[in-house]
């Protein structure tokens, strides 16, 4: 299992940032409450049925994803986008403010192996900004690409004076992007066998159902989120 890649797309970061300036924005704060603290809010340029006030990424079960009104006022945007040769879902710029924080969370079967890929394209952001998969800060700089298993425990400190402004693109996972992938020179894996171990071992212990075996696999079991 691919936990996170560094991915050979190239754009031009600083020609997207002059493009947020300008334009008139009609962000709108994220959906999950739960799961942040501070302002963390969405700009959708595409999404189901092109409505740009729907920042759900998840496909509805009678839309298709396409663009909003407010793709067109990111040429630097368009251009990256017509450089992806696999089918393209929902396309958002993510806002987290300065002093927010992002929890630990999953979003369940958002992940390569199960045939859709989350790209992040790092716009604005600062080095105190942390973001975390599992244990693991990835460092995601301007102008880089990086996707990111999203099915797996991640979160997001922002612990600096500034906004972090990420574009972040759902797709479907073709063999365009599996060489992607391929190519990446920095990429981490998770040893699924591992995991199958321990799943063995959690159940072996609830099978027990002792006080002691119950505390233990509980102990396993955050090990695999």
């Known amino acids: ?26 962000w709108q704060s994220h959906f999950n409450t739960y799961h942040f603290e501070g302002s963390w809010t969405v700009l959708a340029l595409r999404s189901p049925d092109g409505s740009h006030i729907n920042i759900i990424p998840e496909l509805m079960a009678s839309s298709e994803y396409r663009n909003t009104l407010f793709m067109e006022q990111f040429p630097s ?94 797709c479907k996972v073709n063999g365009w992007l599996k060489e992607l992938i391929n190519l990446s020179n920095e990429v981490s894996f998770k040893d699924e066998q591992e995991n199958g171990q321990l799943l063995m071992i959690i159940k072996e212990l609830r099978l027990q159902n002792t006080e002691a075996a119950n505390k233990m696999a509980s102990e396993l079991e955050l090990q695999l989120k």
């Open 77 to 170: 945007v368009k251009q990256l986008l017509s450089n992806f040769d696999c089918p393209i879902m929902a396309v958002r710029f993510l806002n987290l403010q300065a002093g927010a924080i992002i929890k630990p969370h999953r979003d369940n079967e958002l992940a390569f192996e199960k045939g859709e890929a989350r790209l992040h394209f790092p716009i604005i952001t600062n080095p105190d900004v942390e973001f975390y998969i599992e244990d693991d800060r990835i460092p995601l700089t301007e102008g880089s690409c990086w996707y990111i298993n999203a099915n797996l425990t991640h979160q997001v400190f922002n612990k600096g004076n500034t906004d972090r402004i990420h574009l972040v693109i759902d």
């Open 1 to 26: 299992m691919i936990r996170y890649a560094k991915l050979p797309l190239f754009f031009d970061a600083m020609e997207t940032q002059n493009e947020l300036l300008s334009v008139d924005k009609n």
